[in-house]
Nanobody, 123 residues
Framework: QVRLVESGGGLVQAGGSLRLSCAAS????????MGWFRQAPGKEREFVAA????????YYTDSVKGRFTISRDNTKNTVYLQMNSLKPEDTAAYYC????????????????WGQGTQVTVSS
């Protein structure tokens, strides 16, 4: 079992930055692809970013390319999402996900999910 705990959310003005963290326990993250998803009120959960287990290949949805950066520190069993130039439309609950297969993470069908952290961007 992998337990994921997100942190770092909060209220920020448009144009500001936040860094989300996803700390894992139970197993080392080395063998897991990791992803970030978000869900705004009244909307479906959507993919934001992912990073592969081997090689650290990154993936982003178009709306965050150039603004968000996903990274991982396997020594700390933690994955990060650096969010810059935040926009009001980035407001959502952000969830961390983990799975052994990158394709499964990208599809939103990960075995493991965190409880989420709220990000609110004011205009």
């Amino acid at each position: 079992q992998v337990r994921l705990v997100e942190s770092g959310g909060g209220l920020v003005q448009a144009g500001g930055s936040l860094r989300l963290s996803c700390a894992a326990s139970g197993r080392t993250l080395t063998r897991y692809a990791m992803g970030w998803f978000r869900q705004a009120p009244g909307k479906e959960r959507e993919f934001v970013a992912a990073i592969s287990a081997i090689g650290g290949k990154t993936y982003y949805t178009d709306s965050v390319k150039g603004r968000f950066t996903i990274s991982r520190d396997n020594t700390k069993n933690t994955v990060y999402l650096q969010m810059n130039s935040l926009k009001p439309e980035d407001t959502a609950a952000y969830y961390c996900a983990a799975d052994e297969l990158t394709s499964t993470v990208l599809a939103g069908r990960s075995d493991y999910w965190g409880q989420g952290t709220q990000v609110t961007v004011s205009s």
